[in-house]
């Protein structure tokens, strides 16, 4: 069993070392100045500051999705609708933020849990679904994020909306709702003490409480859940609403933290990063953070590099879809571990 | 009102109903071949996006149509290639390398466009072809049906005659019977002999190919140029046309029309003054109502089908 | 004499650890019906596994007419004429059974299957071997019999001379046993080699010229059938005298534990396979019903216990109108539950043996003193239960697919017997379990039923439900065709006769077994 760990963690290493050595080969071949870009992409987040606050506040979303997802997954269940989940909950904070008059402290509040209700709804209409008629939450989670970014579009395009900015932006979100950054010259916000808050509920949750012991055997074995008489049905539902709140309040962070007015275009990802972070993590709500900060890592220094030389960002989505390909793949380095095991067994024989 | 049902019960609707269901309807097939081969291809959505891609790219710099899409089909099979060495050869779980296939897509294509375009949005500078328009004899000069059936770029046609091959391929021949069982039963394929990763590598390969044609008619027929993410969840309505379709090719091909038919409807909704937003939610709404819809009766019939095959002695007493 | 084939110094490590194949040699000669016989656990199937290849040996040789072979998938075994009928089917239920049998052979006309080449193929080569079926019939309408048939008719198809039959009779009923041992005898007569594992000595006796032996992996030994007597091998098989008799207190039943009131259970398909059972369990007996498998147990059983609806009929258990409710009320009722297939229902095979044990309790005031669950009453529960039940581990916390298969019985066991049931349904309690976990689990719920629980115990395995059965129903085509108030006084072959609906008793409706 020893031995069974160190090969999973080594395996895992070895795979994020792939996948970075072929962001390193490319690079190399497309780029004019291919040493600047290593250079810039490794350390650069380490050079100010100012550039190590963006890797822990990016760090911050990706906790939160990689939270929700792990939770998901643990419940056997899949849950790529974070992204319209963190997105909805985006949306709803920003509309308490515009327009609930509230004292500072209750504020932020407010639109936080506005912001984790719209997130579990919109996790809670696919859970239900599974639930009740087994219909695959992958593809109606998928579909709902789509859906949710529309109705999210509309309701800023259309009710609050800044007809004064150039830009399709926003009304600015009351200064009382905002989570204050607190370490100048970075952005590093309050929101940094709700996700470690979310961290220590979702560990608690999971391993500590009655409801995450039911949520993690129907994930392990539904029919034995079911025979053991846990209620499945709303397990089921309940991890999708749960990983819906986890994911719609990291919206309303992300809005209340850094952004203080709505002014995304497109759906923002995060939800796709929660797969990678919670993947890396093992689905332990423990090894999320750190999942969390590598990713922004690797972000914060793919952003770097972009700016400061002639390769594009992009090719850190490269990277990190080689990752998942890697981390997951069961058989990669399987002859190596099946060795491992052969010479265990052979010795205890 | 009157103006929005003048616009539906017009030819030119009909048109745009068969335009706008030829990828779906590719992606669909795509899925149903590799879905019934017990192999669920979420990448769909990143193989079309790489055809449409490679077909505006070579097109561009070889100035052929042709060439381009040759590259787009090549290009959905290598990346069909690459899901397949994963989950089959590596047993990376296929939806969680169907996720990192399209990630792989969407931020390699960006990243090839920046290289080749020197723009991170749009592939407008460079010189792309498109595919030709088939005027089809005779059909043509006939009212009605000549201006919805005549007149659409090669690959409209080569949908419906992909629909068809692809039900022969199914249901007639030898190479159909062993994907099928395959997709039901692999440890009976592989019990004689059957190579079971072999037929899903075809499988997905096929699907690769019918990606492939599914990005080109996007970038080379439906525009003539390559957005980012230009897709735009095609591949998912396409997998979701699969599933309401029974995974059968009739079934598919119907589903992929009614996608169609609620995609141009919502193109159209769009030039009158209803807020874009909801009509843009409206295909994927209703895929999930479908699906739920859907999935109460299949798991019904699917328990009916499991308790006749744990009880077989039922049925001969 | 001839040699056949010839496996030599066999070694198989699975990527779990668990060794299944030692040093293994084995021999077969041309012509003969061979006997693998072993427990199970006791590495046969993965032998037969390598030889077809579905399994890569780590060491040993496989000479096979003279020549050594490597048979790296079964691709390679087929072309040599080596076919196998595996214990699960290896067939697809959606297809006909002429497709079933030409699948990897298809006749083409053109680019397209020949559909009625299959069909006279498949009708030709049943008349030649004598296994009659019907070519266009779905394999998913067809009763397990014909099933198997379809799957030798497969491996003939491809011109197998050497046949492996892993636990042939294990889902046949006796007369199926019958007609498959007579098609085998025909085949022997034709020339065919056979290898035939089984457990049931009875059946090696009959149909076997030779005996290989195997246990824990290893070989024990090879001897002539008919040389050897049953206890011989038996002992070879297990190392001592397989206990046969169980020592059953008497009993004093008291009041009704479990009272099933004309329960029906009509299938989606519209079939009523449950057709109105009534009986009554006792506190402090133990109700044996006996059947052959598909006989409408299953479901009735998923009804008792909470995992199905019936259609009709009441079920009280423990005094509680439990029809119809869920598991958890069932349970709440004081009902314990031993499943059919442990993997499936039993336990959660990635949790540990701790998290197995209170997936019933989980909830309890007592492992939730405060908010949250408290680790250390957990923990404690654990070590007393793994102490008490004799589950062989390191530790509470190994999680329980490393364990073997008798030890995850006894996980299971532990479980439902220390919540304190009123009432255990027992199904099937020592399906693959080994001979010493066996014992200790009949062992465990005579002395339940001492305490005063009622057992309801279903088991296909005659011995099992004859030793430990206070009273015998017998369960068939959905109804109980039998009772007997002591079932000491039945023999093997009555039982056999009403079993396989030869006979049936009068019994008064809703008082059957009462």
Redesign the interface.
């Known amino acids: 069993?020893k031995k069974e760990h160190v090969f999973e963690v080594v395996r895992s290493l070895v795979a994020i070392l792939l996948a970075m050595l072929l962001g390193f080969i490319v690079t190399y071949l497309v780029s004019k100045q291919p040493g600047e870009a290593f250079q810039s992409f490794l350390t650069g987040p380490f050079t100010s500051p100012r550039r190590f606050g963006n890797l822990i506040e990016a760090a911050i979303p990706l906790t939160f999705t990689g939270l929700a997802v792990s939770m998901a997954f643990q419940a056997a269940q899949f849950n790529i609708g974070a992204e319209g989940q963190f997105f909805f909950g985006a949306t709803a904070a920003t509309i308490v933020g515009i327009t609930v008059p509230a004292p500072g402290w209750l504020h932020p509040i407010l639109a936080l849990a506005v912001g984790g209700v719209a997130g579990a709804f919109v996790g809670w209409i696919p859970g239900v679904l599974k639930a009740r008629w087994g219909a695959s939450e992958l593809v109606s989670s998928l579909m709902l994020n789509y859906v949710f970014f529309r109705v999210g579009m509309y309701l800023i395009n259309y009710h609050y909306r800044d007809t004064t900015a150039g830009a399709m932006v926003s009304l600015p979100l009351k200064e009382t709702s905002w989570l204050t950054q607190f370490l100048p010259p970075t952005r590093i916000h309050y929101g940094i003490f709700v996700a470690i808050l979310a961290v220590i509920f979702t560990y608690?949750f999971l391993y500590?409480?009655?409801w995450g012991?039911?949520l993690?055997?129907t994930g392990?074995?539904l029919?034995?859940?079911?025979?053991?008489?846990?209620?499945t049905t709303s397990v089921i539902t309940y991890s999708q609403v749960i990983s819906g709140v986890v994911a719609g309040i990291g919206g309303a962070v992300e809005m209340l933290g850094i952004y203080h007015r709505f002014q995304w275009l497109a759906l923002p990802g995060y939800g796709f990063d929660g797969i990678i972070v919670a993947i890396l993590a093992r689905n332990n709500p423990l090894g999320i953070p750190l999942a969390a900060l590598f990713l922004a890592y690797l972000r914060t220094g793919a952003d770097i590099m972009a700016r400061t030389t002639d390769v594009s960002a992009e090719m850190i989505t490269v990277i990190q879809a080689v990752m998942i390909l890697l981390v997951t793949a069961q058989a990669f380095l399987?002859g190596w571990?099946?060795r491992i095991?052969?010479k265990?067994?052979?010795q205890s024989? | 009102m009157s103006e929005m049902l003048q616009a539906i019960f017009s030819t030119s609707f009909a048109y745009s109903v068969l335009r706008v269901t030829t990828p779906l309807l590719f992606a669909a097939l795509g899925g149903l071949v590799s879905d019934l081969a017990g192999v669920i291809n979420i990448g769909l959505e990143g193989m079309m996006l790489a055809g449409a891609f490679a077909g505006v790219v070579v097109s561009a710099f070889t100035h052929s149509a042709f060439l381009g899409l040759v590259a787009a089909v090549a290009s959905g099979v290598l990346m069909a290639l690459i899901l397949g060495y994963f989950s089959l050869k590596l047993k990376t779980d296929i939806i969680l390398a169907g996720i990192a296939l399209n990630l792989f897509a969407s931020g390699g294509t960006v990243f090839l466009l920046y290289l080749v375009a020197h723009d991170k949005g749009v592939s407008t500078s460079l010189a792309s072809k498109v595919l030709p328009q088939v005027t089809i004899p005779i059909l043509d000069k006939i009212p009605v049906l000549g201006p919805i059936f005549s007149g659409h770029n090669v690959l409209v046609y080569v949908a419906m005659i992909a629909a068809v091959v692809v039900w022969y391929y199914l249901y007639?021949?030898?190479a159909?019977?062993?994907l099928?069982?395959v997709g039901?039963?692999p440890?009976?394929?592989?019990?004689?002999?059957?190579?079971v990763h072999r037929v899903q590598f075809t499988a997905l390969i096929i699907s690769g190919i019918l990606s492939g044609f599914g990005g080109a008619h996007l970038s080379m027929g439906y525009v003539s140029w390559f957005a980012r993410d230009m897709t735009a969840g095609r591949g998912f309505i396409g997998l979701a046309a699969e599933a309401l379709g029974g995974r059968t090719p009739v079934g598919t091909v119907l589903a992929s029309v009614f996608f169609g038919i609620a995609d141009a409807l919502s193109n159209y909704l769009q030039s009158l003054s209803i807020p874009s937003e909801f009509i843009q939610a409206v295909p994927y709404a209703l895929t999930v109502i479908a699906l739920a819809v859907y999935a109460r009766q299949q798991t019904?019939k699917r328990?009916?089908?499991a308790?006749?095959?744990?009880?077989?002695?039922?049925?001969?007493? | 004499m001839d040699v056949l084939l010839e496996m030599k110094g066999i070694e198989k490590?699975y990527?779990?650890?668990?060794?299944a194949n030692?040093g293994v040699d084995f021999s077969v000669a041309p012509g003969e019906i061979h006997a693998l016989v072993g427990e199970n656990g006791a590495g046969k199937t993965t032998l037969m596994k390598i030889l077809f290849g579905?399994e890569q040996p780590?060491g040993g040789t496989i000479t096979y007419k003279g020549k050594p072979l490597h048979i790296a998938?079964?691709?390679v075994a087929?072309?040599n004429g080596i076919g196998?009928v595996?214990q699960?089917?290896?067939?697809?239920?959606?297809?006909s059974i002429a497709?079933?049998v030409v699948?990897?052979?298809?006749p083409?006309r053109g680019?397209?299957?020949d559909w009625k080449a299959a069909v006279s193929q498949t009708e030709e080569l049943a008349a030649r071997y004598n296994l009659p079926v019907n070519p266009t019939a779905r394999v998913?309408?067809?009763?397990?019999g014909t099933?198997q048939k379809v799957e030798i008719l497969?491996a003939l198809m491809?011109g197998a001379e050497l046949l492996v039959l892993d636990e042939p009779t294990a889902v046949l009923t006796p007369q199926e046993t019958t007609e498959l041992f007579a098609a085998l005898k025909k085949l022997k007569s034709q020339g065919h080699t056979i290898i035939f594992i089984s457990h049931k000595l009875r059946e090696v006796k009959e149909i076997s010229d030779r005996v290989t032996v195997m246990r824990a992996g290893r070989l024990i030994g090879v001897t002539d059938t008919a040389t050897a007597t049953e206890r011989d091998i038996s002992r070879m098989m297990v190392g001592r005298d397989v206990v046969l008799h169980v020592d059953k207190p008497p009993t004093t039943p008291g009041d009704a534990v479990l009272r099933v009131e004309g329960v029906r259970y009509v299938?989606?398909?519209g079939?009523e396979?449950v057709k109105g059972v009534s009986f009554e369990v006792r506190a402090g007996e133990v109700l044996g019903i006996a059947g052959?498998e598909?006989?409408g147990q299953?479901?009735l059983v998923e009804i008792l216990?909470g995992?199905r609806k019936p259609s009709a009929g009441r079920v009280i258990a423990a005094g509680k109108n439990v029809t119809g409710k869920?598991?958890?009320a069932v349970?709440?009722a004081g009902v314990g539950?031993i499943?059919e297939d442990r993997m499936?229902?039993?336990?959660?095979?990635?949790?540990t043996i701790e998290?197995n044990l209170?997936?019933?309790r989980?909830?309890s005031k007592a492992?939730?003193p405060r908010?949250?669950?408290s680790?250390k009453s957990v923990s404690e529960l654990g070590k007393k239960l793994v102490k008490e039940f004799d589950i062989r581990t390191q530790s509470p916390k190994?999680p329980v697919k490393?364990l073997s298969g008798g030890n995850i019985q006894k996980v299971v066991v532990a479980r439902e017997f220390s919540a304190n049931p009123k009432l255990i349904v027992a199904n099937q309690p020592t399906r693959g379990v080994d001979v010493g976990a066996t014992e200790f689990i009949h062992k465990k719920l005579l002395e339940n039923c001492a305490e005063g629980a009622g057992v309801l115990l279903i088991s296909a395995d005659l011995n099992e439900v004859m030793s430990l059965s206070h009273r015998l129903a017998v369960m068939y085509?959905?109804e109980i065709v039998a009772v007997f108030p002591n079932a000491d006084e039945v023999t093997e072959e009555e039982l056999g006769l009403y079993m396989l609906g030869v006979k049936r008793m009068k019994l008064a409706a809703g008082s059957e077994a009462s």
Not at chain 1, 224 to 231: K, L, M, P, Q, T
Not at chain 2, 310 to 315: A, D, I, M, R
Not at chain 3, 140 to 144: A, S
């Open positions: 069993m608690l500590r409480s009655r012991y039911a993690r055997m392990l074995n029919p034995f859940a079911n025979y053991s008489g846990i209620n399987a571990k099946h095991v052969v265990e067994a052979k024989v | 007639r021949t030898p159909g019977l062993r099928r069982a039901e039963n440890n009976a394929a592989d019990s004689v002999g059957i190579s019904r328990a009916r089908l308790k006749l095959s744990q009880n077989p002695e039922k049925k001969a007493a | 490590i990527p779990n650890g668990v060794v030692q579905l780590e998938s079964p691709h087929i072309a196998m595996h699960h089917f290896m067939l697809v239920p959606s297809l497709e079933n699948l990897g052979l298809e083409k680019l397209s299957f998913q309408d067809v009763p397990v099933r497969k491809r299938a989606d398909t079939k396979v052959v598909g006989n299953r479901e216990t995992l869920d598991c958890r349970r709440q539950h499943p499936t229902h039993g336990v959660a095979g990635l949790g998290e209170i997936a019933d989980y909830d492992l939730n908010f949250l669950l680790l190994t490393m085509g959905g």
